[in-house]
């Protein structure tokens, strides 16, 4: 006997809904090629578009509380991250929210110097950073003191995933600003350095030859996302390398 249509939601509902957070000013369109590496490869992919370029940190993160409870309810979370994306998460610890796994790829966890460097520049490029970016990117600028994050710590066990590409055509800041911010032997994605990213209590971490514009598409992140939402860890093997399964 087939399966029936009932059991089939059942069982969609019981397996965590992995969300997907784009970074500062993107949309979308800048997690597509994931959303659909991870439906191809048995997951329930969601994208949660926010105007990330329109309000302070907190808000935006409570925002995406109330909408996601609303679209989800109490089923199990995961959650893939880019940039400031993953900030966010960082201040969605809502407890009727069940969080089970998270990816954070080039999260600027200790703010960015980029990002301070381009709010203190004085006349019209501060400016421009300043309407541009709005108070998420000041946000991120104001976090660089070197001390213990302000943060609150991500809500699930996490791993993060960093770039070390340093020049993309799709980002000035890699060919304008991060040279200028960043010494020569600092490992950095263009926008964000490694040790930026780095944050006490990761369960996995790694960087791959990718920038910060495009990590997301990269399909070694895609294989390292997969293998951490399913085991954890970032293993090779049947947990990474599985083939594609088809959509339910």
């Not at 998270?102 to 309407?131: C, D, H, R, Y």
Request: net charge positive.
């Amino acid at each position: 006997m087939g399966t029936s249509a009932s059991t089939k939601a059942i069982t969609k509902r019981r397996r965590p809904a992995v969300v997907l957070l784009h970074g500062l000013a993107r949309g979308r369109r800048s997690m597509t090629s994931m959303f659909e590496y991870l439906a191809d490869h048995g997951f329930d992919p969601r994208y949660y578009d926010y105007p990330s370029t329109t309000a302070p940190i907190r808000r935006l993160a409570k925002q995406l509380c109330q909408r996601i409870r609303t679209d989800l309810k109490d089923r199990p979370l995961c959650a893939v991250t880019h940039s400031l994306g993953g900030i966010v998460l960082r201040h969605m610890r809502d407890p009727r929210l069940r969080w089970k796994r998270i990816v954070m790829l080039a999260p600027p966890n200790n703010g960015s110097a980029v990002a301070a460097a381009l709010n203190a520049t004085n006349g019209l490029i501060g400016v421009a950073f300043q309407v541009a970016y709005g108070p998420a990117g000041a946000g991120l600028a104001g976090a660089t003191t070197g001390a213990a994050p302000r943060w609150p710590f991500p809500p699930a066990p996490f791993a993060v995933i960093a770039g070390t590409r340093r020049r993309s055509l799709a980002n000035p800041t890699s060919w304008f600003v991060s040279d200028r911010v960043f010494a020569d032997d600092v490992e950095h994605d263009g926008t964000v350095s490694v040790d930026e990213t780095r944050l006490p209590g990761m369960a996995a971490f790694r960087t791959v030859d990718a920038t910060h514009t495009t990590i997301a598409d990269d399909p070694e992140v895609h294989r390292l996302t997969v293998a951490f939402l399913r085991s954890g860890v970032f293993t090779r093997g049947a947990a990474a390398d599985a083939p594609p399964r088809p959509r339910p």
